[in-house]
């Protein structure tokens, strides 16, 4: 199969824009993407999105946006896997070039969540879980996660307090990110104090609610040194879904789609998980943001929190956990936040994050769509 | 009127819902006279969840019953919801009832209305289906969520709850039968609702003597005079009860000490259930009452009509009564709520929908 | 007049929703819930329907404060998922509890209720919650 490398990217700055539609983010990140390629002529759109035929009455994303953004008559097509569009957007856009039949293909991801008040959007994103058997009676996405989060601090015996140093390191590095939504600090006493929205889950546990546009430009390694002095190559991807009805599984406290996609990616790029330098995980809750990082086999479980709180993770620490603010800080503009994960790996990679930078040779992103239901692990090795 | 076959009662089961409201609460909201509703001898009434309305209380009664009847639920084939309370004005309630008991789909059954005693007359009904050799079990619900004008004096009362019955022919598993019934029928307007209004109208005194005594009083008569019966071959006396006070007048007038009256008399503790009304007062007397001993059961409706049924203990009773929750327990498990909470969950106020 | 609910969804889905009723495949034992049409553990297409007991415990819930539009008026909404005494899971709502009483561990059992209603004049949608025993 042909190597496939990261050659550009661009993205927007999240945060609630009512005066940009789906169209204006996209190409605002498009531009920016095309211009670190030299505006290169892309052959393929791949655009991971969730929300646009349920808020925006839009479906045929992929033709859209391919125009606005001037990329021609090309092959688009979106792509959809709740939350985690973004990834599932890159793992497509992989195989479109792996396969030999594309060079440059361009992977977007775009997400416009602010076109209702929030209760219509929440019903909007509860379409993630079982139409039949879950949002028909009436849960919400975040009830789901709040059930994981009972579990998990019942489980291991995990205090309130623990929990929310989270919230607290995400927000610290999202400060220094231009494109965070969130930037300002938060303490433990104001993440415990927070309005309860589905108890345990606080309104500073929750990823906020908002609109941002990535997009990044893949090449095969025929090309991507004549596009860019930097690239950084996808050297293992991995995908893997489980039952949506979270009720079926056996373990609640833990993905099993996690460590299969993780392990595909693990293996294909011929790493373990202790050779991750920097890691940008789906943390659209707090408990999510520990569980991930045990599945991804960073930590035993139950014990994330607590080390999390002994210092472990931290921007210097090896991996450095979500040092763009994760969703929680830098924003989750759900199907768009895939393909952010994986321009801002691939920046840290390059050395130019404009955040928090921590540098290194091998960063790893992981996308989840739903609670669990699609997740993908994609590494990318300078 | 005696059918050629003897039918009998297989299983009885109640819901009453577990939120209360003081009478008191509702009459200091309202401005009434402190202890204005001391002379209906009722103390606090149930009121239904939010979620809970005719379709769910029936069920659960429902399930009671079939719990008690000890028949695989498959073998009834009639049902029937007597209501005033549907939740649609066109759908049937049985429908939904069926379905989640399992009983679909070769059933017959309907709605039936007429105020308080549409439960009564699918009681007449299944005696007639079931004597025929029609059908050999039929499940009798009787099951309402009352609606009542807010600052009405009819608030004070008005409230929610069910009762259920499985019959069948007379025979080793019914623990009661009908010894015969009398029904008493005519226009008489006591209490109504047009169709697209949401509280019912009434003539105040005129539900009393025109209405509700007079044919309880002509329906028990003629059935005593049909079975050559007096009151003191009576062991108890259910009567519809809309209040406390009533069943015990209508009861002096026709000759029934009130010690034969209170085990059935419910009301002043739940409120009046409408159609759950006399036949939550008939479980609880078929919970205590002993083989051989009979029962005088008059449902009345307004419109008007009543019916009066004689029923005779039979052996296996008290080994039954233990199987599902008893009117007792039902009572005594309750929780009280403010007018606020009352409110919401009789819909008085809602959220406005954008 | 719009209609939020779907007919022939409520519709379809009535023996899993008001009966859960669940498909069981009789070559390996596994019970599926909801019913599925072949089986996840060996893949055999053979399965019949079993009414499942309704009893159970509860395993973790929530307290949804923040709810979804058309349940608004039933704030706040207590959600668990209950392990039935056949050892499979569903989620559910709970009713008839205080949502501070709500307890890990809390036995609970199944009964018919409204879920939602669409508007005054739409459909009323009915399903299982739990309630504690």
Same mark, same amino acid.
């Given at each position: 199969?042909?190597?496939?490398?990261?050659?550009?990217?661009?993205?927007?700055?999240?945060?609630?824009?009512?005066?940009?539609?789906?169209?204006?983010?996209?190409?605002?990140?498009?531009?920016?993407?095309?211009?670190?390629?030299?505006?290169?002529?892309? &052959?393929?759109?791949?655009?991971?999105?969730?929300?646009?035929?349920?808020?925006?009455?839009?479906?045929?994303?992929?033709?859209?946006?391919?125009?606005?953004?001037?990329?021609?008559?090309?092959?688009?097509?979106?792509?959809?896997?709740?939350?985690?569009?973004?990834?599932?957007?890159?793992?497509?856009?992989?195989?479109?070039?792996?396969?030999?039949?594309?060079?440059?293909?361009?992977?977007?991801?775009?997400?416009?969540?602010?076109?209702?008040?929030?209760?219509?959007?929440?019903?909007?994103?509860?379409?993630?879980?079982?139409?039949?058997?879950?949002?028909?009676?009436?849960?919400?996405?975040?009830?789901?996660?709040?059930?994981?989060?009972?579990?998990?601090?019942?489980?291991?015996?995990?205090?309130?307090?623990?929990? @929310?140093?989270?919230?607290?390191?995400?927000?610290?590095?999202?400060?220094?990110?231009?494109?965070? &939504?969130?930037?300002?600090?938060?303490?433990?006493?104001?993440?415990?104090?927070?309005?309860?929205?589905?108890?345990? *889950?606080?309104?500073?546990? @929750?990823?906020?609610?908002?609109?941002?546009?990535?997009?990044?430009?893949?090449?095969?390694?025929?090309?991507?040194?004549?596009?860019?002095?930097?690239?950084?190559?996808?050297?293992?991807?991995?995908?893997?879904?489980?039952?949506?009805?979270?009720?079926?599984?056996?373990?609640?406290?833990?993905?099993?789609?996690?460590?299969?996609?993780?392990?595909?990616?693990?293996?294909?790029?011929?790493?373990?998980?202790?050779?991750?330098?920097?890691?940008?995980?789906?943390?659209?809750f707090t408990v999510l943001g520990f569980m991930n990082l045990e599945d991804l086999g960073f930590s035993e479980r139950g014990k994330t929190p607590k080390l999390m709180n002994e210092g472990r993770f931290w921007p210097g620490d090896k991996p450095t956990v979500n040092p763009s603010g994760g969703l929680k800080a830098r924003g989750h503009p759900v199907g768009a936040t895939?393909?952010?994960?994986?321009?801002?790996?691939?920046?840290?990679?390059?050395?130019?994050?404009?955040?928090?930078?921590?540098?290194?040779?091998?960063?790893?992103?992981?996308?989840?769509?739903?609670?669990?239901?699609?997740?993908?692990?994609?590494?990318?090795?300078? | 009127?005696?059918?050629?076959?003897?039918?009998?009662?297989?299983?009885?089961?109640?819901?009453?819902?577990?939120?209360?409201?003081?009478?008191?609460?509702?009459?200091?909201?309202?401005?009434?006279?402190?202890?204005?509703?001391?002379?209906?001898?009722?103390?606090?009434?149930?009121?239904?969840?939010?979620?809970?309305?005719?379709?769910?209380?029936?069920?659960?009664?429902?399930?009671?019953?079939?719990?008690?009847?000890? *028949?695989?639920?498959?073998?009834?084939?009639?049902?029937?919801?007597?209501?005033?309370?549907?939740?649609y004005a066109v759908k049937p309630s049985i429908t939904v009832i069926a379905e989640a008991l399992g009983i679909t789909p070769k059933i017959l059954g309907a709605d039936l209305e007429f105020a308080c005693r549409a439960a009564s007359e699918a009681l007449e009904a299944s005696i007639g289906l079931i004597s025929s050799g029609m059908i050999k079990y039929s499940?009798?619900?009787?099951?309402?969520?009352? &609606?009542?004008?807010?600052?009405?004096?009819?608030?004070?009362?008005?409230?929610?709850?069910?009762?259920?019955?499985?019959?069948?022919?007379?025979?080793?598993?019914?623990?009661?039968?009908?010894?015969?019934?009398?029904?008493?029928?005519?226009?008489?307007?006591?209490?109504?609702?047009?169709?697209?209004?949401?509280?019912?109208?009434?003539?105040?005194?005129?539900?009393?003597?025109?209405?509700?005594?007079?044919?309880?009083?002509?329906?028990?008569?003629?059935?005593?005079?049909?079975?050559?019966?007096?009151?003191?071959?009576?062991?108890?006396?259910?009567?519809?009860?809309?209040?406390?006070?009533?069943?015990?007048?209508?009861?002096?007038?026709?000759?029934?000490?009130?010690?034969?009256?209170?085990?059935?008399?419910?009301?002043?503790?739940?409120?009046?259930?409408?159609?759950?009304?006399?036949?939550?007062?008939?479980?609880?007397?078929?919970?205590?009452?002993?083989?051989?001993?009979?029962?005088?059961?008059?449902?009345?409706?307004?419109?008007?009509?009543?019916?009066?049924?004689?029923?005779?203990?039979?052996?296996?009773?008290?080994?039954?009564?233990?199987?599902?929750?008893?009117?007792?327990?039902?009572?005594?498990?309750?929780?009280?709520?403010?007018?606020?909470?009352?409110?919401?969950?009789?819909?008085?106020?809602?959220?406005?929908?954008? | 007049?719009?209609?939020?609910?779907?007919?022939?969804?409520?519709?379809?889905?009535?023996?899993?929703?008001?009966?859960?009723?669940?498909?069981?495949?009789?070559?390996?034992?596994?019970?599926?819930?909801?019913?599925?049409?072949?089986?996840?553990?060996?893949?055999?297409?053979?399965?019949?329907?079993?009414?499942? @007991?309704?009893?159970?415990?509860?395993?973790?819930?929530?307290?949804?404060?923040?709810?979804?539009?058309?349940?608004?008026?039933?704030?706040?909404?207590?959600?668990?998922?209950?392990?039935?005494?056949?050892?499979?899971?569903?989620?559910?709502?709970?009713?008839?509890?205080?949502?501070?009483?709500?307890?890990?561990?809390?036995?609970?059992?199944?009964?018919?209720?409204?879920?939602?209603?669409?508007?005054?004049?739409?459909?009323?949608?009915?399903?299982?919650?739990?309630?504690?025993?």
């Open positions: 199969m042909v190597r496939v490398y990261v050659v550009g990217v661009g993205l927007t700055k999240i945060g609630r824009f009512f005066n940009k539609g789906l169209r204006e983010l996209f190409a605002e990140a498009a531009l920016k993407a095309l211009d670190e390629i030299g505006n290169e002529t892309v &052959q393929a759109l791949v655009v991971g999105n969730m929300t646009s035929s349920s808020l925006g009455e839009q479906d045929n994303l992929g033709a859209l946006l391919a125009d606005y953004a001037g990329l021609g008559k090309i092959p688009a097509f979106k792509v959809e896997a709740a939350c985690g569009s973004g990834g599932v957007a890159v793992y497509t856009g992989y195989f479109l070039v792996a396969s030999g039949m594309f060079d440059v293909v361009m992977v977007g991801g775009v997400e416009k969540q602010t076109e209702y008040p929030t209760r219509i959007v929440s019903k909007a994103l509860a379409q993630a879980a079982d139409a039949e058997y879950e949002l028909f009676h009436g849960i919400s996405f975040t009830g789901l996660n709040a059930l994981v989060m009972r579990m998990y601090m019942n489980e291991y015996n995990v205090s309130r307090d623990e929990m @929310s140093i989270w919230p607290v390191l995400m927000h610290k590095n999202a400060v220094k990110n231009p494109y965070a &939504q969130l930037r300002f600090e938060v303490t433990k006493e104001q993440v415990a104090k927070s309005m309860v929205i589905a108890d345990p *889950i606080r309104l500073l546990d @929750s990823s906020p609610i908002g609109d941002g546009a990535s997009a990044l430009i893949l090449a095969s390694d025929r090309v991507a040194k004549k596009l860019t002095d930097t690239p950084v190559e996808i050297a293992g991807i991995g995908m893997a879904t489980d039952h949506i009805y979270v009720a079926y599984r056996k373990n609640l406290l833990s993905f099993e789609a996690t460590i299969l996609a993780a392990k595909k990616a693990y293996e294909m790029a011929k790493i373990e998980p202790k050779n991750v330098d920097v890691a940008e995980v789906h943390d659209a895939g393909v952010y994960q994986i321009a801002e790996v691939a920046m840290q990679l390059r050395g130019d994050f404009p955040g928090v930078n921590v540098g290194g040779d091998i960063g790893l992103a992981q996308s989840i769509g739903g609670l669990g239901t699609t997740v993908t692990v994609i590494i990318l090795k300078r | 009127m005696r059918p050629t076959r003897d039918v009998g009662i297989v299983g009885w089961g109640t819901y009453i819902p577990k939120f209360r409201i003081k009478c008191s609460e509702i009459g200091k909201t309202w401005g009434f006279p402190p202890e204005y509703h001391s002379g209906l001898i009722v103390l606090e009434k149930t009121v239904a969840n939010m979620d809970e309305d005719t379709i769910t209380m029936g069920w659960e009664a429902a399930k009671s019953a079939l719990v008690r009847a000890k *028949i695989n639920p498959e073998e009834v084939e009639a049902i029937y919801v007597g209501t005033e309370s549907k939740p499940l009798v619900i009787g099951s309402d969520t009352a &609606q009542a004008s807010p600052g009405d004096v009819l608030e004070f009362t008005a409230s929610s709850g069910a009762a259920a019955f499985v019959l069948g022919p007379r025979g080793e598993n019914t623990v009661a039968y009908f010894e015969g019934s009398y029904s008493y029928i005519t226009d008489t307007p006591d209490f109504w609702r047009r169709q697209l209004a949401s509280y019912p109208m009434h003539g105040e005194q005129f539900t009393g003597d025109p209405a509700y005594f007079a044919h309880i009083v002509a329906a028990a008569k003629g059935l005593m005079e049909e079975l050559g019966l007096k009151p003191s071959d009576f062991d108890y006396a259910v009567f519809h009860q809309p209040n406390g006070r009533f069943p015990l007048k209508v009861g002096a007038k026709l000759g029934f000490p009130k010690e034969k009256i209170l085990p059935g008399l419910i009301t002043p503790m739940i409120g009046n259930t409408y159609n759950g009304s006399a036949l939550i007062g008939l479980c609880a007397i078929l919970e205590t009452a002993k083989p051989g001993q009979r029962i005088l059961l008059v449902p009345f409706g307004s419109g008007a009509g009543a019916d009066a049924y004689s029923i005779i203990v039979e052996d296996g009773i008290e080994e039954k009564v233990h199987l599902a929750p008893t009117v007792k327990e039902l009572v005594e498990n309750k929780i009280y709520i403010n007018y606020t909470h009352y409110a919401k969950f009789r819909g008085l106020i809602s959220k406005f929908s954008f | 007049m719009s209609m939020k609910i779907s007919v022939p969804r409520v519709w379809r889905e009535i023996k899993a929703h008001y009966l859960l009723e669940a498909t069981v495949c009789n070559k390996c034992g596994k019970i599926h819930y909801p019913p599925r049409p072949i089986c996840d553990n060996c893949g055999n297409k053979n399965l019949f329907r079993r009414k499942l @007991s309704g009893e159970g415990e509860v395993l973790t819930y929530t307290i949804q404060y923040i709810v979804l539009e058309g349940y608004r008026e039933y704030a706040p909404i207590v959600f668990a998922i209950v392990r039935l005494k056949e050892g499979i899971k569903i989620l559910a709502q709970l009713t008839d509890v205080e949502p501070e009483n709500v307890k890990m561990g809390m036995r609970v059992k199944a009964v018919l209720r409204k879920i939602c209603e669409d508007g005054k004049i739409g459909l009323i949608k009915y399903g299982i919650k739990f309630k504690p025993v």
